[in-house]
């Protein structure tokens, strides 16, 4: 029989999950009305064949030994596949399931910080402001960040199994914290610091010192040694990442300072989030060296009150460790932070907040329910509120364009989705707002040139490509966009040029051979012009404009 003081406690831990579930549900509840994104959904979900197809044994082969879009998550990717091939392509049902692994991942933190610590009410306060904070909305609103609640569920199942190992030297425990843990590496690498967020761990709360906590942990070591060589050759294999040429090393180690204070800041008073803030490109030394000296004042005061309150060292170095890899040191894309990238490492934050509150607050039983409920009552309707953000893709980088100065990205997709939506000129000069930021995105000159070339405009549809083409002379759909363009306004020997170009470096380009052989057709090269059309149609023998040009290419042949 266990002692009676365990059965309130029990009752205690039951209604302390349901809580955390109502309430995590009930600050996503908005996720039903989002859609998918034009940004990494279009790559990572609904334009990819691979996830289209559904659950099959060639499609866990590919995404197992192939990176795609610069990363290699397979069992991210093999979650997608199962979805649609138990209720198709719909995103209304994939956002519930991030909300689910997201709810999952709390509980998870709570059983094992409780269990690690012994402490229940201290462990529930972390595990919600974990599960309710409105940074996280991002993570959990986002389909492509599956990858982050999908890991974040496995390192918190990893962390609670990780407690019975070493409180109770369970050899079943300890396989399964390292399964666990595989898992998260193979959901997304960014749980590679895990093995040092255990050591941190013997130190505070287990206390545990010895040789043997080395050894315990050389296959997680291992394992986070080898994800991290394949995330780098997966982002090195379609060369994303940035040279120092492009970004010298002094912004880098500036921006890296500048955001451990810009995620501190969300994390205390989270306000104007986006989904994507540029990079400033130099360094800005006044106040990174500013944070660089708070940063080291706080270290020093943990360390001077390490007897009395190691969780303080012990959270601030979990939250410093975890977001090494997402600095931006090695940087892959244009972004100076992304809140997604404080997933993790905001749980170190909250140990340390919560244990000293804690320990500073008067007795009390009144003010500590005041002081744990506030803050978390406030999380849930911010959370709320922050969710209808993420609608879809209009109303995100809209919010996004209207917090941050200078996102020419914001703007550039702004513009992407006010085009799909049939609103042309203010697509342009939304594109045009980003071209003032930032006259280098080859991308934004081909979306502008896309633009104009619909609505007829095929001069400056010419001129767009063109600058697309100088700045990115690989896109092959920026220079056969180009030689369409060329060909609308008469000057079909340059056009043919082009096409030729484009078809000599790829000549599997399906719309390069469709519309050469149309431009072809009206010059009556007619014999030319079908040679490209059918070699179109072998190309992609679904495409009706393909056929029926086919037939009535044939039909006019002798």
């Known amino acids: 029989m266990q002692p009676n003081h365990a059965m309130p406690e029990r009752r205690s831990v039951s209604l302390i999950i349901v809580s955390l579930l109502v309430a995590i549900l009930a600050a996503y509840s908005g996720v039903v009305h989002c859609d998918f994104i034009y940004l990494d959904d279009t790559s990572h979900v609904f334009e990819n064949q691979t996830v289209l197809d559904g659950l099959t044994l060639a499609g866990i082969k590919e995404v197992f030994s192939e990176p795609h879009a610069s990363l290699w998550v397979p069992l991210t990717r093999v979650s997608f596949m199962a979805d649609v091939s138990l209720f198709g392509l719909n995103p209304r049902l994939m956002h519930i399931e991030n909300v689910l692994w997201h709810a999952g991942a709390a509980v998870l933190l709570f059983l094992a910080l409780r269990r690690l610590t012994g402490r229940l009410w201290p462990s529930a306060m972390v595990a919600a402001l974990f599960g309710l904070h409105v940074v996280n909305v991002e993570s959990v ?48 690498p960014m749980a590679v610091t895990f093995p040092c967020v255990l050591l ?13 906590l080395l050894w315990e942990k050389v296959p997680f070591f291992a394992l986070s040694v080898a994800a991290s060589i394949i995330a780098t050759g997966a982002t090195h294999s379609r060369n994303s990442v940035l040279s120092l040429d492009h970004l010298p090393l002094a912004a880098r180690v500036s921006n890296a300072l500048c955001s451990y204070g810009a995620y501190l800041r969300d994390l205390v008073w989270p306000s104007g989030l986006a989904v994507f803030y540029p990079h400033p490109g130099v360094a800005h030394w006044a106040p990174a060296l500013t944070l660089l000296v708070g940063g080291l ?20 170095l979990i939250f410093l460790g975890m977001l090494v890899p997402n600095l931006g040191l090695v940087q892959v894309g244009s972004q100076a932070r992304a809140d997604r990238f404080v997933y993790l490492a905001q749980v170190g934050f909250f140990i340390a907040v919560v244990w000293l509150a804690d320990a500073l607050l008067p007795a009390s039983r009144r003010l500590r329910i005041a002081a744990a409920i506030a803050p978390l009552f406030a999380l849930l309707v911010a959370t709320a509120a ?43 000069q939304k594109l045009e707002e980003s071209l003032a930021i930032f006259p280098e995105n080859a991308v934004a000159w081909k979306e502008l040139g896309t633009t104009h070339l619909r609505i007829g ?12 083409v100088a700045l990115d002379p690989n896109d092959a759909f920026a220079r056969c966009n180009f030689a369409i363009a060329l060909a609308a306004l008469g000057d ?59 037939l009535r290419l044939k039909s006019d042949l002798p």
């Open 297 to 316: 004042m706080i270290t020093s005061v943990a360390l001077w009150q390490w007897r009395r309150h190691p969780y303080v060292l012990i959270g601030w």
């Open 141 to 188: 609103a986002w389909i492509s960040e599956r990858k982050n609640v999908l890991c974040a569920f496995f390192v918190m199942a990893a962390l609670l199994a990780w407690s019975h190992w070493a409180l109770e030297r369970s050899v079943r425990a300890w396989w399964l914290a390292l399964l666990a843990f595989a898992a998260a590496l193979l959901a997304k």
């Open 492 to 550: 079909t020997a340059a056009a043919e040029a082009v096409f030729r170009q484009v078809l000599s470096a790829d000549p599997a380009m399906m719309q390069a051979h469709f519309r050469y052989g149309l431009m072809l057709e009206k010059l009556g090269r007619t014999v030319e012009a079908k040679a490209q059309l059918e070699e179109a149609l072998r190309l992609d023998p679904q495409n009706p404009r393909v056929s029926e040009a086919c």
């Open 457 to 468: 405009e095929n001069k400056l549809a010419a001129r767009d490509f063109r600058n697309a």
């Open 386 to 428: 922050q969710v209808p953000k993420w609608e879809d893709s209009r109303e995100l980088f809209q919010h996004a364009a209207s917090v941050t100065d200078g996102n020419a990205m914001a703007l550039e997709h702004l513009a992407y989705a006010l085009r799909r939506a049939g609103e042309t000129d203010s697509a342009i």
């Open 200 to 212: 941190l761990l013997d130190a505070w709360p287990l206390r545990r010192t010895g040789w043997r």
